[in-house]
């Protein structure tokens, strides 16, 4: 792995924490909303709830799964492929 490629993945996984973060300071003010919204209509309320829990739980998965993804590769670079005496890749067998 290049030193390019080691930045680009860090530049990613900052961009992925300030995403976090906009996350946050956007669904706090949501779930009150939500709740506030709970009071008035009780199926509105709900709806906006579970709105508010679905975006929450899947921003931070899939941001999350992505920072981890980019360390992980940072930790351990992929291998060159092994090549045979023709300098061609090997063949995977089953």
């Given at each position: 792995m290049g030193v390019a490629d080691r930045e680009q993945l860090e530049a990613w996984i900052a961009q992925s924490r300030r995403t976090q973060q906009r996350l946050r300071y956007a669904l706090v003010p949501a779930?009150?909303?939500a709740l506030a919204v709970l009071m008035w209509?009780?199926?509105l309320g709900a709806l906006?709830?579970?709105s508010v829990a679905i975006v929450a739980t899947f921003g931070f998965w899939i941001t999350g799964g992505h920072i981890t993804e980019w360390e992980t590769k940072i930790r351990n670079p992929p291998k060159p492929p092994e090549l045979n005496q023709y300098g061609r890749r090997r063949r995977e067998r089953d």
């Open positions: 779930a009150l909303a209509s009780r199926p906006c709830l579970v």
